[in-house]
């Protein structure tokens, strides 16, 4: 199993520029979830969904937009970048078993820099 | 309001044994996770602790006092590898598996 996957590694945008980061998972979780990571920060939710069709909010969704048509995706887009939305972005995903969700299975991270 | 603090960074020698605090306010939570994560990479899974008590897991050990509001991360002989950063984070009450995130602390080993 790949696990976890996310692309692409690094970005560099203009500020004003839209793209979308890419998540994928074979381990047909039902969980996944955005995050952001910044210095001296820990990681912050941005948006989550809980099976296929299903997304909510999280503690900061303000320019980014996500969708959940399959189970294994769950792509993360930024409608128009601003220089604070610079930092790195976790995918994560995890399963429910017994009632209660597991450990959370993280990406390997993009590194974004909005200029 | 959910407030986790963590110390920024501490310093242990090589073959010593260290404690990692985590202190939380919090009303109520399903339980505490413990991540591990090395500079430049994604976090990784320790420990998860539901119960008060201590969780054992190899030279890496857990505590949780609900009533005191904190839990320890412990790791015995400490090697050059564990030198990373140690997250600790809550579980809220709700299904919805949102987790609040504490800074980290990163620790840094010497020979």
């Known amino acids: 199993n790949a696990g976890v996957t996310q692309t692409p590694k690094f970005q560099v945008l203009k500020t004003g520029q839209s793209m979308t980061l890419q998540c994928a998972q074979d381990?047909?979780?039902?969980?996944m979830s955005w995050y952001r990571q910044d210095p001296g920060m820990g990681l912050r939710l941005i948006h989550y969904?809980?099976?296929?069709?299903?997304?909510d909010q999280g503690e900061v969704p303000n320019g980014y937009n996500v969708s959940r048509s399959t189970t294994e995706d769950f792509p993360l887009r930024l409608l128009s970048a601003a220089p604070s939305q610079t930092s790195v972005y976790f995918c994560?995903?995890?399963?429910?078993?017994?009632?209660?969700?597991?450990?959370?299975?993280f990406g390997p991270g993009t590194r974004l820099t909005v200029l | 309001g959910q407030n986790i603090d963590q110390p920024t960074e501490m310093t242990a020698t090589e073959g010593a044994i260290v404690q990692i605090n985590c202190t939380y306010q919090?009303?109520?939570?399903?339980?505490l996770f413990w991540y591990q994560q090395h500079a430049g990479e994604a976090p990784t899974f320790l420990s998860y602790?539901?119960l008060d008590g201590l969780e054992e897991k190899g030279r890496f050990s857990s505590f949780l006092s609900r009533s005191k509001g904190y839990s320890y991360l412990l790791l015995k002989e400490l090697q050059m590898k564990d030198s990373a950063s140690y997250l600790c984070?809550?579980?809220?009450?709700?299904?919805?598996?949102?987790?609040?995130w504490g800074a980290g602390t990163k620790l840094i080993i010497k020979p």
């Open positions: 984070a809550l579980e809220g009450r709700d299904s919805n598996y949102q987790l609040i």
């Open positions: 994560a995903s995890s399963s429910r078993g017994g009632g209660v969700w597991d450990e959370q299975f």
């Open positions: 969904s809980v099976g296929a069709g299903i997304t």
């Open positions: 602790n539901v």
């Open positions: 381990m047909n979780h039902e969980y």
């Open positions: 919090t009303s109520g939570f399903n339980g």
